[in-house]
T-cell receptor, first 115, second 116 residues
Framework: DTEVTQTPKHLVMGMTNKKSLKCEQH?????MYWYKQKAKKPPELMFV???????INESVPSRFSPECPNSSLLNLHLHALQPEDSALYLC??????????????FGPGTRLLVL | AQSVAQPEDQVNVAEGNPLTVKCTYS??????LFWYVQYPNRGLQFLLK??????LVKGSYGFEAEFNKSQTSFHLKKPSALVSDSALYFC??????????????FGKGTRLSVIA
């Protein structure tokens, strides 16, 4: 298995809703990442997990809450989002964050629309 | 600060012609450099990377990139473009270890259009 999967593919939610995005990989990777991407822009790093511990939080608002239940699974819990949070949310994984092991493989993304 | 620049927002090339997508970098020391491609409504796909060794790196789908230290460039090339190569291309740099823990810094992207 050489892919990163993300569910759901599309999500529409209201500003008072609570929802979760899910990411899964079975490549034995120990680093996992969440990115936010606006149309025609590069991905913006949100969070990095290394060996199931949060190692980077790029000053993301607390309405985004990541969780790494095990080495294969990464969740992003969403609560009280704003319309400007509408974007493509990408998950990625790599062997680790160490040099020469950091090549990231991306999932197809979840397209989120906040109304 | 470690950064990459993609000077062209858009590159147009005729099918069958060679293509080049430009990337220059600004890092101290020896960089790790990457190219990714993004097709519409999809995630990013890894194409190739340079860490050390030969300056010409070969990657997926017939793409290659040439690392040029004197010009601080890492241009992506393909000898003969296909319509299916039309996509958004991102250059990225890995900051050096012990200089912050940011895994990748992406360029702004270049949209490639291959015209039949």
């Amino acid at each position: 298995d050489t892919e990163v999967t993300q569910t759901p593919k599309h999500l529409v939610m209201g500003m008072t809703n609570k929802k979760s995005l899910k990411c899964e990989q079975h490549m034995g990777h120990r680093a996992m990442y969440w990115y936010k991407q606006k149309a025609k822009k590069p991905p913006e790093l949100m969070f990095v997990y290394s060996y199931e511990k949060l190692s980077i939080n790029e000053s993301v608002p607390s309405r985004f809450s990541p969780e790494c239940p095990n080495s294969s699974l990464l969740n992003l819990h969403l609560h009280a989002l704003q319309p400007e949070d509408s974007a493509l949310y990408l998950c990625a994984s790599s062997l680790s964050t160490a040099p020469r092991q950091e090549t990231q493989y991306f999932g197809p993304g979840t397209r989120l629309l906040v109304l | 600060a470690q950064s990459v620049a993609q000077p062209e927002d858009q590159v147009n090339v005729a099918e069958g012609n060679p293509l080049t997508v430009k990337c220059t970098y600004s890092v101290s020391g020896n960089p790790y450099l990457f190219w990714y491609v993004q097709y519409p409504n999809r995630g990013l796909q890894f194409l190739l990377k340079y860490i050390t060794g030969d300056n010409l790196v070969k990657g997926s789908y017939g793409f290659e990139a040439e690392f040029n230290k004197s010009q601080t460039s890492f241009h992506l090339k393909k000898p003969s473009a296909l319509v299916s190569d039309s996509a958004l291309y991102f250059c990225a740099v890995r900051p050096l270890p012990n200089s912050g823990n940011t895994p990748l810094v992406f360029g702004k992207g270049t949209r490639l259009s291959v015209i039949a």
